[in-house]
């Protein structure tokens, strides 16, 4: 598996408008609001240099953000990894005996595949494998 550079890193929010401001307030300018319906989400990206900051609010009180904000509270929620071929980084990991939440690629924020390891492989944290063209 190739990993190219640290893609971005996710923070779960209550309220995606008044957070966006705190991050717009620091001078950084937004991609604009994505609505990721399957994954019951709506995002916005902060360009940062060679990454992103990526603001994660629920759509729905049973999504998997609603579902993180209520055990954790609101922060960093995931740590993403651009990798050159998710297909073969899920096999590559799956074979090192890491357990994936996604077996397969899934459809993400900005067109992206993406797929997650499980937090209790990585010390606790959420990695997100992601793939963009």
Do not use: W
Request: net charge negative; hydrophobic share 40%; aromatic share 6%.
């Amino acid at each position: 598996m190739k990993v190219l550079k640290l893609d971005h890193i996710g923070i779960a929010v209550k309220d995606l408008e008044k957070v966006s401001q705190v991050y717009c307030d620091l001078g950084l300018k937004s991609e604009g609001i994505e609505v990721v319906e399957e994954q019951k989400v709506k995002v916005a990206f902060f360009p940062l240099g060679d990454t992103e900051i990526e603001l994660l609010e629920s759509t729905a009180e049973d999504g998997p953000i609603a579902k993180f904000i209520e055990k954790n509270g609101e922060g960093v929620q995931h740590v993403a990894f651009r990798v050159e071929n998710i297909v073969e980084a899920i096999k590559e990991m799956k074979e090192k005996g890491y357990r994936m939440i996604d077996e397969a690629p899934r459809y993400g924020a900005g067109g992206a595949k993406i797929a997650f390891m499980h937090p209790k492989g990585t010390c606790g944290v959420l990695v997100e494998l992601t793939e963009r063209k």
